[in-house]
């Protein structure tokens, strides 16, 4: 059973992927992702010197359960990620996709995201869309 919502669920934006420019050329779409643990217990020592903390250890087994890596590259189908930062104030990741599927791989990518790490975590995510060249 869900221990959280799925309000943190990302929702596809088409206007970002299709109406503005480059529409859907085939470039790239990248999406950052900022993830930050909302319960934290300073007491806990469990974690200390992972990269993260125990959202980086969260962050880093849903990445390892994808089927594919490659020097900090993880991906599955039409997107990958990679982490961008990690310390104590959280996770920030990018998820991307390109080519004529570019919609569907940021969705399953973000869908998988949220089965693998906000589903069942107390993660506050907010979702950039980076600018498209």
């Known amino acids: 059973m869900n221990a959280f919502s799925n309000e943190r669920l990302y929702s596809l934006d088409y206007d970002w992927l299709w109406a503005a ?3 859907n050329d085939g470039s790239e779409a990248r999406l950052r992702v900022f993830l930050k643990w909302t319960l934290i ?3 806990d020592d469990a974690y200390e010197g992972v990269p993260g903390g125990p959202l980086g250890k969260v962050v880093r087994d849903w990445l390892g359960s994808l089927p594919y890596s490659d020097g900090g590259i993880w991906g599955e189908g039409g997107w990958a990620a990679s982490i961008i930062k990690e310390d104590s104030d959280g996770v920030v990741l990018d998820i991307w996709s390109a080519g004529e599927d570019v919609a569907d791989g940021i ?3 973000t869908l998988s995201l949220f089965e693998g790490v906000l ?4 993660v ?8 498209r060249v």
């Open 124 to 131: 506050d995510v907010r979702y950039e869309q980076l600018p």
């Open 21 to 23: 420019p480059p529409h």
């Open 107 to 109: 969705e399953a990518g």
């Open 119 to 122: 589903r069942a975590h107390p």
């Open 41 to 43: 217990d300073s007491s």
